[in-house]
């Protein structure tokens, strides 16, 4: 692990009683970023942030924070903020006072109390709430107290568990927005857990992809999005069209796929995206199985000799009915290579 990160996770292994959730795992993060955890449910996403949070004792591995080893120090002595998946306020106090709950257990009062519980509901937006209770607010309202909550404690680390499922689509945007702003302003070392892509892709400054329990990619959003490190990252940021690579050889589920040009020799599979195959052109045949239009996009399922593949073009162009005959390729130079196949 380099020595600068400001919070490091080190051969972090973390089980519930034998059954391990995290095994050996690495993670370095710096001063001010924002990372996002992205993986399918029951991956260890918030078993991993439980832990960083100091609520789960690791079987073993260490976690540093600012070079110090943390991973036996209680969860209230850590300086590390949890806004939870479920956010738990509670029902009976008022705006206001959830978010000024913490502040009064570590001792705060009087002005100084007054003045971060205002400037904590400020900056998302909710002061002229502070009076209702918690039932009185809209999910996307109570999730914005929730993030108060954390933030008014100053964390050095604010861990995000899910911070925007429960938003409609218009809220979560304005979440989104509020979140990158709150980051900006504060500099508060932000990790969220999101199960979206598109949140991840858009918000983070690194992406971590996690299966069972391992890291299966760590970069910014640019290298998962456009170069996948396995086939799993592939197939969850959209390649639809993914091949491994045997014996020198594409292989389709029924056969070698025989391409134009040489494969890359450190590749273990090639993906393509929908829009990288070329259609209407190219040495392979393929029958429109079904065609769907998306307003600036259509998209094809075409049957060929390796299998059903997802096209897709400009709106502009065309259409094709269910049942045509479409020349096509998989043109090499497109093709995401990936390290790994899985
Ligand atoms: N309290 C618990 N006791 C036993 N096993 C647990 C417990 N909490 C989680 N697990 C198991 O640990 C694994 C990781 O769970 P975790 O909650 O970290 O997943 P997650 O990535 O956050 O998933 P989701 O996206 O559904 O929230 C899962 O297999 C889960 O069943
Ligand atoms: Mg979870």
Excluded at 326 to 342: G, Q, S, T, W, Y
Aim: hydrophobic letters at 45%; aromatic letters at 6%; glycine letters at 10%.
């Amino acid at each position: 692990m380099s020595d600068s990160a400001f919070l490091s996770l080190e051969k972090l292994t973390l089980a519930y009683g034998d059954t391990v959730a995290v095994k050996d795992l690495d993670l370095s993060i710096q001063k001010g970023e924002l990372v996002a955890f992205l993986g399918p449910s029951g991956c260890g996403k918030t078993t991993t942030m439980r832990s960083i949070a100091g609520l789960l004792k690791p079987k073993s591995g260490r976690i540093r924070l600012e070079g110090a080893d943390i991973t036996h120090v209680s969860a209230n002595k850590r300086s590390v903020g949890l806004v939870f998946q479920s956010y738990a306020l509670f029902p009976h106090l008022t705006v206001f006072e959830n978010v000024a709950f913490g502040l009064r257990l570590k001792g705060i009062s009087g002005a100084e109390l007054e003045v971060r519980v205002v400037s904590g509901l400020n900056s998302v937006g909710l002061t002229k709430f502070a009076n209702r209770k918690p039932a009185e607010l809209s999910g996307g309202q109570q999730q914005r107290v929730a993030l108060a909550r954390s933030m008014v404690m100053e964390p050095k680390v604010l861990l995000l568990d899910e911070p925007l499922s429960n938003l409609d689509a218009r809220l979560r945007l304005e979440m989104r927005t509020e979140l990158q702003r709150v980051q900006r302003d504060t500099g508060v070392t932000m990790i969220f857990v999101t199960h979206d892509q598109g949140e991840a892709l858009s918000l983070a400054d690194r992406i971590v992809v996690m299966l069972n329990g391992a890291i299966e990619q760590i970069g910014t959003p640019e290298d998962i999005y456009n170069s996948p490190a396995s086939a799993f990252v592939a197939d969850f940021v959209g390649f639809e069209n993914i091949f491994p690579i045997e014996n020198g050889r594409l292989r389709a589920g029924n056969g070698p796929i025989e391409l134009a040009g040489p494969l890359p020799h450190d590749a273990a599979g090639l993906a393509w995206r929908p829009r990288m195959l070329t259609l209407g052109s190219g040495p392979f045949q393929g029958t429109v199985r079904g065609a769907s239009f998306s307003g600036s996009a259509r998209e094809y399922l075409l049957d060929t000799p390796f299998g059903t593949l997802k096209a897709e073009v400009d709106a502009a162009l065309p259409a094709h009915c269910a049942g045509a005959a479409l020349a096509f390729d998989l043109p090499i130079e497109k093709a995401a290579k990936l390290k790994r196949f899985n």
